[in-house]
């Protein structure tokens, strides 16, 4: 059994959908802070705490704004789920919550990218500057520290989504389990219906969150083998601050640093045609590409989807390249990309073999694929192959076990040392959320929140380091060393889900001695405990409707796009024909018949698709 010291400061990076999970299952059960009322000595006073998300939009300055949380409010319940921490600051680097859910529409390449790109030690992210029109309110767009009043103008980091983007996932699956989206919202949302849903989600916790807040160090204290050192950087008022720490978890999410792979000749082709290759994370729109020559890289849900839109308004045909069967889901609705033959306006490739010098006689902007083809006069080239794990402000100790990697992110294909995707096993008061891929990201994130509150609340306990090092290893002779180590699919998400959930219930419930009355404010009754009757915040569960879901996600997509415009108006599994009561009753009719349940035949196809799972399905949650 691995003990853990006492925690009561908690530190969380990232202000996105899982840092907000985390927040709202990390709670604070007192301050230091007077309330603004005298209360009788037998009853515990209303807690209140400091508000410390300030924009420039607000009057006031990022001092001290005090709020009662009345015992009607959700968050109440929320902040003494635990009954554990004193702390809890939030992270973001960006002016608002939603993480990489936060749209923008500039389609300019940052410092994190390079050709080729390889590494995940680029330093860290660095904003470029909003400001809103004082005429007619719009915002404006500065290069990165670019000059200008800086209290009209906001921190903006790029975000991989681009102007098209609808998600892979039925909003009722997609959804926190306690936070439906409305039911209105189209079946699967746009982005910007994400954004503003994730930006409701964070209001109860969002006096814990210190926005436009960069995270730039992250360390062990000295001489201590217990907490952890956290400087941040306000990019609003260009102040730095140092402060300790028992417990950081890390959620920034794995959407910032592109992966584009080291190609034999990419890098003087690159040279030599500045500008021609770019990541989907800074593509926006297909109008750039119209009559160009366009060679699209990647089987992943982003890299179909690209593709079906560049594809109608390219030179034709769009050369698309892939190395894995391509998935079966889209979010363009005037196609379907699937393993069909080539047409007029697509012709699918296989891997790159080279990039071409002019010098071999083949023409300008020469590529060679795998099969010996050579296309010349290319005039973009977009790679839609994934991200790299990266965290720039961590420095960990080196291991004192040569053969494992002593660096934090194994080359950026998987984040080492850890233990069931979440808890860094040399030191488990260091935590990161939703690594793995493939996934619902967003219940997923909840789960993870809740053992991650229990384990550190003391509730839950861990194993040796020797059993968690164990599992390390079972993992890696089963998936790898690289980026499949923390790829859950062929139903593991589903496994991993509920493991979470048997796991969190373990905990110990502690004995509460409280007055009875009923009233919620944290003296131990009835009001006092989670939806399930138990201290803590209950882990999301999923029935036989929501794994019937999951299982059925690409087929309930295609049926969705074939409705075309007219899909913005569909809300329901039912007006796609995907009707879970119709399903159980003809399943029960089979078994009664002898029959034996076999499933209906809109099982999704499985892929083993290794280039992206982005976002917009989310692979990862900043899914």
């Known amino acids: 059994m691995t003990t853990l010291p006492k925690i009561k400061r ?125 005429t007619s ?22 975000s991989p989504l681009y102007e098209r983007l609808e998600a892979n996932l039925p909003k009722m699956l997609m959804q926190h389990t306690d936070f439906p989206f409305p039911d209105d919202e189209q079946l699967f949302p746009t982005h910007a219906a994400i954004t503003e849903y994730l930006e409701r989600y964070a209001d109860e916790v969002r006096h814990l969150i210190h926005f436009s807040t960069q995270v730039t160090s992250i ?9 952890w050192s956290v400087t941040t950087h306000s990019l609003a008022t260009n102040t730095s601050r140092t402060q300790n720490y028992d417990a950081v978890a890390i959620a920034n999410g794995h959407f910032a640093v592109p992966f584009i792979p ?45 593709a079906s839109q560049v594809e109608a308004i390219c030179a034709p045909p769009l050369l698309h390249s892939t190395r894995s069967k391509p998935s079966t889901l889209s979010t363009n609705p005037s196609t379907s990309p699937s393993s069909t033959p080539d047409t007029a306006t697509r012709t699918t490739v296989p891997s790159i073999r080279r990039f071409l010098d002019t010098s071999d006689g083949n023409g300008k902007r020469a590529i060679e694929f795998e ?51 979440l ?40 194993p040796s380091k020797a059993e968690m090092e164990a599992w390390e290893s079972a993992r890696i002779a089963e998936k790898g060393e690289g980026k499949r180590f923390h790829y859950l699919d062929g139903g593991e998400d589903v496994s991993y889900l509920g493991a979470l959930g048997e796991w969190a219930d373990c905990a110990r419930q502690p004995e509460i001695a409280g007055d009875g009355n009923g009233d919620g404010n ?3 009754d009835r009001n006092d405990l989670g939806e399930d009757g138990r201290v803590g915040k209950a882990p999301p569960r999923w029935g036989e409707k929501e794994r019937w879901m999951r299982e059925r996600v690409g087929e309930i997509k295609k049926a969705w796009v074939s409705f075309g415009e007219e899909r913005r108006e569909v809300r329901t599994l ?25 499933h209906h035949s809109d099982r999704v196809e499985k892929t083993d698709d290794v280039d992206e799972y982005d976002a917009a399905n989310g692979g990862q949650a900043e899914g």
């Not at 802070?33 to 410390?52: D, G, H, M, R």
């Not at 593509?283 to 989807?305: C, M, N």
Request: proline content about 8%.
């Open 137 to 158: 309110g719009a915002m404006k767009s500065e290069g990165v520290n670019g000059e200008g009043r800086r209290d009209k103008k906001r921190p903006t980091f790029i």
């Open 574 to 598: 039912e007006a796609c024909g995907f009707d879970f009561e119709t399903w159980k009753r003809e399943q029960q009719e089979k078994q009664m018949n002898g029959a034996r349940g076999d």
């Open 10 to 134: 908690v530190a969380v990076v990232g202000g996105g959908p899982a840092g907000v999970a985390v927040a709202k299952r990390l709670p604070q059960e007192k301050n230091t802070i007077q309330t603004e009322q005298a209360l009788s000595p037998s009853t515990p006073a209303l807690p209140t705490v400091t508000f410390v998300s300030w924009s420039p939009s607000q009057a006031l300055p990022p001092s001290i704004h005090i709020i009662k949380l009345r015992r009607t409010h959700k968050l109440f319940r929320y902040l003494i789920a635990e009954r554990a921490f004193d702390t809890i600051d939030v992270f973001e680097q960006r002016s608002d919550a939603g993480g990489v859910w936060r749209y923008t529409p500039e389609n300019d390449t940052d410092a994190t990218f390079a050709i080729p790109s390889t590494s995940p030690d680029v330093g860290l992210e660095q904003p470029f500057w909003r400001y809103s029109d004082e």
């Open 423 to 462: 808890f860094h096993t040399p030191n488990p008061t260091l935590a990161y959320l939703t690594l793995p891929q493939k996934i619902v990201p967003f219940p997923t994130s909840q789960a993870q929140a809740a053992v991650l509150a229990r384990v550190w609340s003391g509730r839950l306990t861990l």
């Open 262 to 306: 080291d190609l034999p000749g990419i890098q003087e082709w690159n040279e030599r045609n500045p500008g021609v290759i770019s990541h989907s994370k800074f593509y926006r729109r297909p109008d750039e590409f119209k009559g160009k020559k366009v060679l699209t890289i990647g089987s992943g849900y982003s890299g179909l989807d690209i």
């Open 371 to 421: 099969d010996g083809r050579i296309e010349a006069d290319i005039d973009a080239v977009i790679f839609a192959t994934g991200y790299l794990y990266s965290y720039p402000f961590l420095s960990l100790s080196p291991s004192a076990n040569p053969s494992t990697p002593s660096n934090t992110t194994a080359n950026g294909q998987r984040t080492p040392q850890t233990y069931h995707h």
């Open 219 to 227: 360390s062990t204290l000295p001489n201590s083998s217990t907490g």
């Open 522 to 524: 944290g003296d131990g």
